[in-house]
């Protein structure tokens, strides 16, 4: 028996780092994890030669919740770029234990988790796995229930979650990664009184400036160029900015402005993905 699952990544809204507090939306870029019993240890198997510790960690903790003797086989394919700032980490640990958990209580017989016990395994096993700094409840939660969420990230709380306008997302790439684990918090905090504003302006439902604002707040404490952002405001998104710790820019646009960002962004080494909003979130395959 096996049990697949397909997670979407995400986009930042608010970046929780400097303060604590963020908010992000999903989109229709995912992880798919396909999870079946062996009969010891954990194997995983993943298209792209990437370091697979979270996906190691996310298999034990479901194991160690369960209290069950025997193995599991976990392997993953994505569409969603890695050290991208579009939350693979969030979404390979929200299909991971949703799958590995189904199967267990399914093979069993055993009352299998709640979607809050799920989410919060996946963050845990972020947060072992060191590929997170604040546990990115943000991200999780909008990967798991789809749409847009703001939260509290310290205390793991939902503040207010709905679906998402169904705009078209252009997101650029420039030609780097960026470990989120590998940031300099304590620069990014230096202008959390800012980033504070731009919360703000996402709990009054201004999601599209907060958007705007926090990724030109980051681009400064990062190092990234604001004008990738302001480029893609030029030529008619109606919000654009750098997402997590980068190096991926998003911008949210109507569709007949879509090919004039795409010609903005052209002159930068890179690539862009057309997407779009997911507000169905984290599902059996």
């Known amino acids: 028996m096996k049990i697949k699952v397909r997670s979407p990544g995400s986009a930042t809204i ?3 780092i400097a303060t604590g507090k963020g908010s992000a939306f999903a989109i229709q870029r995912h992880v ?4 079946e019993l062996i009969p010891e240890g954990i194997k995983c198997v993943c298209e792209e030669d990437i370091d697979t510790t979270l996906m190691r960690t996310c298999a034990k903790l479901v194991l160690e919740k369960y209290n069950i003797n025997t193995g599991l086989k976990v392997k993953t394919t994505s569409n969603l770029p890695v050290a991208s700032g579009l939350s693979s980490s ?21 009352e299998p988790l709640k979607k809050w016990e799920i989410l919060n395994l996946g963050i845990e096993a972020s947060l072992k796995a ?3 700094i604040t546990g990115a409840f943000d991200d999780a939660s ?28 252009l997101i ?13 918090v304590k620069r990014m905090k230096i202008l959390a009184p800012l980033v504070e504003i731009a919360f703000k302006k996402a709990l009054e439902g201004d999601l599209y400036k907060a958007l705007t604002l926090n990724g030109i707040i980051y681009c400064a404490t990062l190092g990234f160029n604001p004008e990738v952002a ?10 654009a900015g750098l997402s997590g710790t980068g190096p991926a820019f998003v911008s949210i646009t109507k569709e007949e402005k879509q090919d004039d960002i795409i010609d903005a962004w052209s002159s930068y080494p890179g690539d862009i993905i057309i997407t779009s909003v997911d507000n169905q979130g984290t599902q059996f395959r």
Request: glycine fraction near 6%; avoid cysteine; proline fraction near 2%.
């Open 14 to 16: 608010i970046n929780a």
């Open 32 to 35: 798919t994890a396909e999870v």
């Open 90 to 110: 969030s979404a390979t640990s929200n299909a991971i234990v949703m799958a590995a958990s189904k199967l267990i209580a399914e093979e069993f017989d055993i």
């Open 130 to 132: 060191g590929v997170t």
């Open 142 to 169: 909008a990967s798991f229930y789809g749409g847009f969420t703001i939260t509290d990230n310290l205390e793991r709380k939902i503040i207010k979650r709905g679906p998402m306008e169904n705009q078209k997302i």
């Open 172 to 184: 650029y790439m420039p030609e780097r990664k960026s470990l989120t684990a590998e940031s300099n």
């Open 230 to 239: 302001v480029d893609a405001l030029e030529a008619g998104a109606i919000a």
